[in-house]
């Protein structure tokens, strides 16, 4: 196999790893995450192990973010994620799920 052959196969194999790659608006329209009251992405219960993976990476993001913004403006992080957790319920799209305070999952 020449040098270009490998490249080649190589490419194509990082880029087929990259397209099957999950992200949250496909979990979240396929029901396998959804939103809970504190801004965070939460396993369904068809949810699987790349859902959780991407899960735990965005959760990891929000919440350095959030820690960031209450920092700002002198607040908690608890009062952050609450209004992190209501913008982005609202903003849900129809048939995607939601968990509320109570812990109970709902379909927008």
Do not use: C
Not at 3 to 13: I, N
Not at 51 to 75: C, E, F, H, P, W
Request: charged share 25%; hydrophobic share 35%; no cysteine.
């Amino acid at each position: 196999m020449t040098l270009k052959s490998l490249f080649m196969a190589t490419s194509l194999l990082v880029m087929s790893q990259i397209s099957f790659a999950l992200t949250v608006d496909e979990a979240q329209s396929q029901g396998l995450l959804g939103e809970n009251a504190q801004g965070y992405l939460e396993m369904t219960p068809r949810g699987n192990a790349e859902a959780k993976s991407l899960m735990d990476t965005v959760n990891a993001k929000r919440k350095a973010k959030y820690q960031s913004i209450a920092g700002k403006q002198n607040t908690t992080l608890k009062d952050i994620e609450k209004i992190a957790g209501e913008k982005i319920t609202s903003k849900l799209n129809a048939g995607e799920f939601y968990k509320d305070a109570d812990g109970q999952w709902h379909k927008k």
